[in-house]
């Protein structure tokens, strides 16, 4: 039995045709699935009951379990348990644009990045396209608002789910799903080549990140061993023939560590390493974990290096801060409940 928000609409129409149903009533569940929001397919008006039957036989639409939710400032983080009792997290954000979430595709993750609270913890398993779609239905249905803005950011690399999160991604920006703008949700990669390429004929306009994190390949290496199999010397004309493929503005994840990739110097070489790029830099104050000796840059330090950037005519944004009083880390909160 399998979740009824893993299908995409015409996986739905296939579903009732096969039935010997209409192929118009797959749009009307969508309706009642994404708009009204049933707990049960008994609540479905204007549907054979034969086929209804047969969904509660071959699907169900239990919601995802919360099992804490942390609070601050503009912001709400969950941890929801899966039915095979694995832990996920996901975060709301309340911007001046509107609702944003922050998604997981994995259960843990593989990819080994040394100030990553989620990497310390390996992966698990991927998670299914419904899961991800559950995470925010789940959210809206508890702090009552609607989530204009996605990003596929939270524990996990989606490129290691590639198949899953681009069947999410249809779900969510389908008119009769959720209704999510494709320019309203991004996908962040800490750099997987054959994913990319892949990912510049997906025929969605969607938002690709790009989780750098230090401008030269001895210093990635370290701290991203993803970078001895796609290094920056590749990393970068692949993305060079993203954009000139798709003409899609590039983000550039770059967490700030303290004495570590925050000097002047790397500044300097992460402005001659994106010259001529169209992108932004995204500098995000390091969220400390008990766990990772890496420490939070000085304000002063940020600053410095964001006008390097400025100065050299790189686009560059610090990240507006979230949850400093709560499980902030990507990981975090997930770590904290199987520790216990």
């Not at 929801?80 to 975060?91: G, M, Q, Y």
Request: hydrophobic share 35%.
């Amino acid at each position: 039995m399998e979740s009824i928000y893993q299908l995409r609409l015409s996986d739905l129409e296939n579903y009732f045709l096969s039935h010997d149903d209409k192929k118009f009533h797959a749009v009307q569940l969508f309706d009642w699935l994404y708009k009204k929001r049933i707990k049960s397919f008994d609540e479905v008006k204007n549907i054979k009951k034969e086929t209804l039957e047969q969904l509660k036989h071959d699907y169900f639409i239990t919601p995802l379990n919360i099992l804490k939710k942390e609070e601050d400032q503009d912001v709400s983080k969950y941890l929801f348990e899966l039915s095979d009792e694995e832990k996920i997290e996901a975060v709301l954000m309340r911007h001046d644009y509107g609702m944003s979430i922050c998604v997981s595709s994995q259960v843990g993750c593989n990819m080994g990045c040394k100030f990553c609270e989620s990497g310390r913890r390996k992966k698990v398993r991927n998670l299914k396209a419904s899961e991800m779609v559950r995470q925010i239905l789940q959210v809206e249905e508890d702090s009552k608002v609607r989530i204009s803005h996605v990003v596929i950011m939270g524990i996990g690399e989606p490129f290691d789910n590639y198949e899953e999160i681009t069947k999410f991604i249809e779900i969510i920006n389908h008119p009769k799903g959720l209704q999510i703008g494709s320019r309203h949700i991004t996908v962040s990669t800490c750099g997987v080549i054959p994913k990319i390429k892949e990912f510049m004929n997906f025929p969605y306009q969607v938002n690709l990140a790009i989780s750098l994190h230090a401008p030269n390949d001895a210093l990635r290496s370290h701290l991203m061993p993803i970078n001895k199999r796609y290094p920056l010397s590749e990393l970068i004309p692949c993305l060079k023939e993203y954009l000139k493929k798709t003409n899609r503005r590039l983000t550039f994840e770059y967490v700030l560590l303290k004495g570590v990739n925050d000097q002047e110097e790397h500044a300097r070489q992460l402005a001659n390493l994106l010259k001529g790029i169209n992108g932004y830099v995204n500098l995000i104050p390091y969220n400390e974990t008990s766990h990772i000796e890496y420490k939070r840059s000085e304000p002063l330090q940020i600053m410095k290096f964001y006008d390097i950037l400025k100065k050299n005519r790189i686009g560059v944004t610090i990240r507006r801060e979230f949850g400093s009083k709560i499980s902030a880390a990507c990981g975090q909160l997930r770590s904290r409940k199987e520790e216990v």
